[in-house]
């Protein structure tokens, strides 16, 4: 019987052999911890889908979706060398608030979180370094998503920390409330500018959210004002990578580097990948999406 990955590509195949193809060469570079890590994830997931009435066949659907979406946005990126979206304001009119699109794109990402080799290896990397930044007595997440990160967190420092999530989008928090239910994890749903707490932050995640806004270094300048003076920040954001909610443009790494020494952090360790097996230089040639994962301490 196959496992939830595999079964999860078997139903991608049935309706897109191309992309079916490129994840089952994906699918046999996985390590057994990888496979592990997946199921684990998915598992949990798939239960929280049967409370909804639905089942991972409905998420192969979204991912579908989502990928079909992307091919569309990559098409425009390569012809016009910019992201579609220019606004925040139009990304939460159409997306975060639009439960049709929000539900399917979210959806699509948690099986991306595992179906591609970029997006496990920043998971790992979190994964792998988190305990090593202790004591994290608070931690935030921003932008939860689908709920993979915080879920790990809470993991690894169950009763040692306080755990809170701040998400723009109902459709966000709802799966990542159900990833860590009966957890103690405080939910808020909010816009990340208009949240006002005096508290500060021993660990604070922030995960594929600043291309995501007009402005990245007003909210790097909002996380620092919110860390405390020995706290972590776990920051990823992806270079040339057009999604239907993503509006600030990283042309290279050195491009979030050169923010991020603005907003005064410095990076203690930091990874990246591209989501194509290349040779580099073919993969700047061509402006394959690349994933940049770092953990960061105030300068
Ligand atoms: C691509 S998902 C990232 C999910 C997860 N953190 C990860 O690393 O894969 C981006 C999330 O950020 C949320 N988001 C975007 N802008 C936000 C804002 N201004 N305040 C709070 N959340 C925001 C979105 O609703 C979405 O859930």
Not at 222 to 251: C, E, Q, R
Request: a negative charge.
């Amino acid at each position: 019987m196959p496992g939830i990955l595999e079964y999860i590509i078997n139903r991608i195949a049935d309706a897109n052999a191309v992309s079916a193809k490129k994840l089952r060469k994906n699918y046999k570079k996985f390590s057994a911890q990888h496979i592990k890590d997946a199921e684990e994830f998915l598992d949990l997931y798939s239960v929280y889908l049967s409370s909804i009435s639905k089942d991972i066949d409905y998420a192969a659907e979204c991912y579908l979706k989502m990928t079909g979406d992307m091919f569309l946005e990559r098409m425009r990126f390569l012809e016009t060398g910019e992201y579609s979206n220019k606004l925040y304001k139009d990304v939460d009119e159409k997306i975060y608030s639009n439960p049709e699109i929000m539900d399917y794109h979210m959806h699509g990402l948690a099986l991306g979180q595992f179906l591609w080799p970029d997006q496990y290896i920043r998971y790992r990397f979190f994964s792998d370094n988190l305990l090593k930044y202790e004591p994290v007595k608070s931690y935030l997440e921003i932008g939860g998503g689908h709920g993979l990160y915080v879920r790990e967190a809470v993991k690894q420092l169950r009763d040692r920390s306080e755990f809170t999530v701040i998400d723009i989008s109902q459709s966000s928090l709802n799966i990542c409330e159900n990833m860590s239910k009966g957890e103690n994890v405080k939910f808020i749903l909010k816009d990340i500018f208009d949240y006002h707490d005096s508290d500060k932050f021993d660990f604070i995640t922030v995960g594929e959210v600043i291309e995501h806004l007009e402005d990245p270094l007003k909210l790097l300048k909002k996380i620092h004002s919110i860390l405390n003076d020995n706290g972590t920040v776990y920051l990823t954001t992806p270079v040339n990578a057009p999604m239907i909610d993503h509006i600030y443009l990283f042309n290279n790494v050195n491009e979030i580097k050169e923010l991020l020494h603005k907003a005064e952090f410095k990076i203690a360790e930091d990874v990246h990948a591209y989501s194509e097996d290349l040779p580099e230089a073919l993969a700047i040639e061509h402006k394959i999406p690349l994933m940049y994962a770092c953990f960061l301490k105030k300068v």
